[in-house]
């Protein structure tokens, strides 16, 4: 691309470096900034600077918070024996929408993966392990993506805890409620199978 | 969506105000930032502030341009008679992409849209009246886009300037080169049959 202004060219080139926008979306949306009043790129601007210079993560799950600690772990109505390890921010949003899971979390800040060169000493293990050894927890629920680096970070932290006497469980993989079965992947539609549930379970919920 | 953290809510809605991003997107954009150093936003930032309040538009042109007159109409090589009418920025980078066009442009900054309360007096129409009057101009080009928006400014801006004797052209359409005729739409394959050109000239290129 041949820019006509090193400004334009600049800044379509930071924002071309986030993942996922090429340069004709990132032209799109540098030009979009301009023709709106300034303001706004003066808020966007800084809505970005104050999230990375002053994110905190919360001390206990290390999820993203405003505070030291945050509301979900300090929630004294929430059970803390019960722990559910994600992988980022994005899983607590979701299953916190579900309201099925009243206990706290661990989130991970990643998956181990030797591609990214993301190993065990980047995330939030050590940290797990001496929870656990401390006595906090009962149950561990994993509740990783069922991907290879998901399942490569459920073992490595398996190994790690095996020898403490607590509740080990993982989120229930089968097929999605309101999906046909014709269409479901083998895998899912197998294992869905193999860990059926009792009937009564089933519509209790 | 439910945030954990005030900063984090307050980025993912400024970036989520952007055209053709989401809530999701968004999220997933601001999450790497938090990621990346913390330099990586500090670059980002900058560039839109920079840009957004110390781009300039060439004052001849309307073009977006670091200086008062542009590099294109700096250009003593390029046939100032010759002025192809286009939307913006990136219509002017995809023509010149193409080293077809030796002619100087005129950026309107936009195409007349009722819908979006856009008229023509938001578009740089009284400048191009303005250079025609003065005899500058021999030919123009008209390169918007076939939509109803862009034959509409087409037909508002020819309604100004037919009084003048200038040549007025516009873009051929036709069938996209490498494209198959069944595949085609009618419109563009009636009117490529309909403004068909000698054979001669077709090869000549």
């Known amino acids: 691309m041949d820019f006509s202004s090193k400004l334009l060219e600049n ?3 930071e924002v071309s470096r986030l993942p996922g926008i ?9 030009l979009h ?3 709106q009043p300034a303001e706004n790129t003066k808020f966007l601007s800084e ?3 104050h999230l990375r210079n002053d994110v905190k993560t919360c001390e206990k799950c290390h999820n993203i ?3 030291a600690i945050c509301d979900i772990c300090n929630n004294p109505k929430r059970n803390a024996e019960i722990v559910c390890i994600v992988e980022d921010i994005r899983d607590v949003m979701a299953i916190e929408s579900t309201s099925q899971f009243n206990g706290l979390y661990h989130v991970l800040g990643g998956k181990i993966s030797p591609v990214e060169g993301i190993g065990p000493q980047d995330l939030q293990i050590e ?8 006595g906090q927890i009962k149950e561990l629920v994993f509740a990783l993506s069922s991907t290879m680096e998901g399942d490569t970070t459920n073992f490595y932290i398996f190994k790690k805890i095996e020898k403490f006497e607590i509740i080990t469980s993982t989120i229930a993989r089968g097929i999605s409620v309101g999906d046909e079965l014709e269409y479901a992947d083998e895998v899912t539609l197998g294992r ?5 549930i009792p009937f009564e379970q089933s519509i209790s919920r």
Chains 1, 2 share one sequence.
């Not at 090429?22 to 540098?30: I, M, P, S, Y």
């Not at 940290?127 to 401390?134: A, F, G, Q, R």
């Open 11 to 13: 800044a379509v080139n």
């Open 22 to 30: 090429g340069k004709r979306t990132a032209l799109r949306l540098v």
């Open 192 to 196: 869905s199978i193999v860990n059926r």
């Open 33 to 35: 900034l301009i023709k």
């Open 127 to 134: 940290s797990l392990v001496h929870k656990i050894e401390n």
């Open 65 to 67: 918070s405003d505070t």
């Open 47 to 49: 809505a970005l600077l």
